[in-house]
């Protein structure tokens, strides 16, 4: 691939574990609804495509389906409500994000960020994590009409940047991330540990997966 002239960069799966805060939400949340936990090996399975599904998928406890409506309208606001508090008590940054961000920046990497976490949630993460300034723009779930996988947030960063998509790479963890990157015409890194509903991210072919964001300065070096 020829060398990016932007980088964007999902969150949770990818920059963040943020399951740790989600589950605790999840549970506390379930509680009060009296029902059982599920714990955070469950919803490590069902997080990635904002928090709406997630509590979706809680209150049924599996990856497909709809809860009662009656059910999702009692249950939403107590999750708002407690992850507005519960943002980053828990998350953490992956390990080699850090050195991986500090390489990207000291070669002029132009970084943007784009996930379907809500703004409220997503500008608090990033800035109790001392990661929200490396990105140029911030583009989350209720920024625009869609997201992803549809390849809106990636055009709308492309042309912000004022690059072509050919030019750009997303680095994202799930089928999302690689279904966005593809419709948009972007080359497309994936982490090997993120959030992807238990399925192997190779299986969806992006162009290269790594196993720490510190292993981009090979792939993009090789590149050049």
């Known amino acids: 691939m020829m060398q990016p002239r932007m980088i964007l960069i999902d969150v949770d799966g990818t920059l963040v574990d943020s399951v740790p805060d ?13 029902r059982p936990p599920h714990g955070e090996t469950a919803v490590r399975n069902w997080v990635g495509n904002g ?4 509590v979706r998928r809680s209150l049924i406890g599996q990856l ?6 009656v059910d999702f309208e009692r249950a939403y606001p107590i999750f708002l409500e407690l992850y507005r508090d519960n943002t980053s008590q828990r998350s953490c940054l992956y390990p ?14 132009r970084l943007g960020c784009v996930t379907n976490k809500a703004a409220q949630f997503t500008e608090p993460l990033l800035r109790d994590l001392g990661v929200r300034e490396e990105f140029e723009i911030v583009i989350s779930g209720d920024s625009l009409p869609r997201n992803k996988p549809d390849p809106l947030p990636l055009l709308h960063a492309a ?3 004022g690059v072509k998509p050919a030019e750009a790479l997303m680095i994202g963890d799930s089928v999302s991330d690689v279904k966005a990157a593809r419709a948009a015409g972007f080359h497309i ?16 072919h992006p162009d290269a997966v790594m196993d720490s ?3 981009v300065q090979g792939l993009l070096e090789g590149s050049a």
């Open 22 to 34: 989600l589950a605790y939400c999840v549970d506390a949340m379930m509680s009060r609804l009296g």
């Open 51 to 54: 928090v709406e599904r997630l």
């Open 64 to 69: 497909e389906g709809e809860p009662e409506a």
């Open 96 to 109: 080699g994000i850090r050195e991986g961000l500090n390489w990207l920046k000291s070669n002029s990497y």
């Open 159 to 161: 042309a912000h940047f």
């Open 189 to 204: 890194f994936c982490m090997s540990y993120g959030y992807n509903h238990g399925q192997d991210i190779r299986d969806f």
């Open 213 to 215: 964001l510190v292993e």
